[in-house]
């Protein structure tokens, strides 16, 4: 072996050797160095924790054992991490939001060991500011960007979670969801995410929309990592009433997934959810259910009018107070201690924060009466009724169903600043939001290059069981494509030659 060669051969035992040593710091050191190599094209990130290589030198050196000790997560950033880090919703008006306080799902994080490499960004506000709104936008993160083609979007609200996950800078994210914004993500960018049943996990200091709704969710390359991450952050909070059965409800969601767990179940197949150019796609992921030994049912229609015309009545009564509620809390520095003050914030800075659009919902959330106000009452009494009781509860139950499946969403849209997003298609997403009931989206092929996912919905605390639906169809699909990195669909080697003219 020439002395280069022997160089080379060190070098490689040395860098194995580390990692041996010191799994967690290589592990750090290496999503960092990932996603300085490719974040600037994805602006999935909008800050990398400075203490993120302190956090693994000290998990290497407590000596801790666990399957995910050492593995470094971001988190969206709306969810409290104690640190350097300002929690900010992509907000410029939460810059200085430095609260020093972990959200109780981080704190459960770190005891199991896991790295908090830094901050994902996001839909500013989580995507509750504007109807047209560009997802995947923030004031303080930009736009970011679909792994898969570059001019394409990657839905929102937890955008930077999806597209890190997708691209290979971290195996494991959080993500937040009031309706889709887990879930959509996930689909768009082919990962898994898994939007929990409302009350599994804490949202104590997570940004909020909505009490009736909210929840954070892992957003994952596998089904396995999403049930080994659900398990680590579900349980009970006592500043979270809505938790209180957690520590009872929770399970170990990885002993759970069974590659069987399709043998002898009876699906829904929600035929009334369109995703615009994903027949073939579903079809055939159909025919895996099948084989696997589910037995399909048709459910050609359901009545949505219900909650198309209720739920932003909710959102928008239960946002101005959990806003009201969360501001009041945060850091002195924030100057913003109100909803009315983040419309006149925004107001002010409109050149930053609303040269692309505007802030109607927050507008229309400020107008509401609170949670006293008989219209919101009537609003979330019909819309939930719809989604749950009469819904996801009734399909199942009439049907003799163990879970429901459709596409999750159509392929990524373009980013479009004039118009903002368009929607070609709709998944089932609000029928699970609204009930605050588990969906599972789970990669299921792609669209000219473009992922989507098949969503698994269940009944509430029916996570352990779609978790186990989704294990068993994943490993029965086989593997997927990755992302390109295109610039464009349409510069793609596999379509740029068909939009070319004919050679004469």
Known sequence: MTNGGWVAFLAIGLAGNAAAQRPAEHATRGAIARANAIDARLHSIIAIDPTAIGQAQAIDARGLRGPLVGIPILLKDNVEAAGPLPTTAGSL?????????????????????????????????????????????????????????????????????????????????????TDGSVTCPAS?????????????????????????????????????????????????????????????????????????????????????????GTDPLLEAALIVLKRQG??????????????????????????????????????????????????????????????????????????????????????????FQAAGPNGIDRMIKAHRLDALVGPTMPAAWKIDAVHGDQFPGSGASSLAAVAGYPHLTVPMGQVKGLPVGLSFIAGKWSDAKILALGYAYEQARGPLPGPHFWNSIEESPPIAPLLEPARR
Not at 127 to 140: E, F, L, M
Not at 208 to 228: C, F, K, L, Y
């Open 188 to 276: 768009l960018n082919g990962i898994v995410g898994l939007k929990p049943t409302v009350g599994l996990v804490s949202r104590t200091h997570i940004v909020p929309i909505s009490a009736s709704q909210d929840t954070a969710g892992p957003m994952t390359r596998t089904v396995r990592q999403a049930a080994e991450l659900l398990t680590v952050i579900a349980g009970s909070d006592p500043a979270d009433r809505a938790t209180r059965e957690a520590d009872r409800r929770k399970l170990d969601y990885a002993a759970r997934l069974d590659a069987n767990a399709l043998r002898g179940t009876r699906i829904g197949v929600m035929r009334f959810a369109s995703g615009f």
């Open 294 to 383: 589910a037995s399909l049912v048709e459910i050609k229609t359901f009545d949505d009018k219900p909650i198309n015309a209720n739920e932003l009545k909710v959102l928008l009564t239960e946002l101005k107070v959990g806003m009201n509620a969360y501001l009041a809390s945060t850091p002195a520095a924030v100057r913003t201690r109100t909803l009315a003050d983040l419309i006149a914030f925004n107001k002010a800075n409109a050149r930053t924060e609303m040269a692309l659009f505007g802030q109607e919902l927050f507008e229309q959330a400020q107008a509401t009466k609170g949670l006293t106000d008989p219209a919101y009452i009537k609003a979330r009494r019909l819309s």
């Open 93 to 177: 008006a939460l810059t200085n939001n430095v609260t020093g306080r972990d959200a109780p799902l981080v704190a459960r994080l770190r005891q199991a060991g896991m790295v908090i490499l830094g901050k994902a960004n996001l839909s500013e506000w989580a995507n509750i500011r504007s109807t047209a709104s560009i997802s995947g936008w923030s004031a303080v993160g930009g736009q970011t960007r679909n792994p898969f083609a570059l001019d394409r979007n990657t839905c929102g609200s937890s955008s930077g979670s999806g597209a890190a996950v997708a691209a290979g800078i971290v195996d494991y994210a959080i993500g937040t969801e």
